[in-house]
Nanobody, 125 residues
């Protein structure tokens, strides 16, 4: 059983940057593909980025490609999401998710068994 705790959210002006972190515990972190999803008010939860268990492959939604970078540190049991050039439409609750023995390429909520509680990101224009 994996527990995930996100941190790093906050209020930032458009064009600014934030780095989200997700600390994992309770499982062998290196066996899990990790992903970030987000959910804005009144909208479905959507895939943002994913990373394979090895960190060798990364995947991004078109809306964030070139602005966001997902990475992981298996020694620290932590996955990161570096967000640059933030836009007002990036405002959402951001969730960390984990899937065992997966590639991290799936953009489906159903593919991930473990979820964090979420961290709010608000981008002011």
């Amino acid at each position: 059983q994996v527990q995930l705790v996100e941190s790093g959210g906050g209020l930032v002006q458009a064009g600014g940057s934030l780095r989200l972190s997700c600390a994992a515990s309770g499982g062998t972190f290196s066996r899990y593909a990790m992903a970030w999803f987000r959910q804005a008010p009144g909208k479905e939860r959507e895939f943002v980025a994913g990373i394979a268990w090895s960190g060798g492959n990364t995947y991004y939604a078109d809306a964030v490609k070139g602005r966001f970078t997902i990475s992981r540190d298996n020694a620290k049991n932590t996955v990161y999401l570096q967000m640059n050039s933030l836009k007002s439409e990036d405002t959402a609750v951001y969730y960390c998710a984990a899937a065992a023995y997966a590639s991290g390429s799936s953009d489906s909520v159903a593919s991930y068994a473990y979820w964090g509680q979420g961290t709010q990101v608000t981008v002011s224009s």
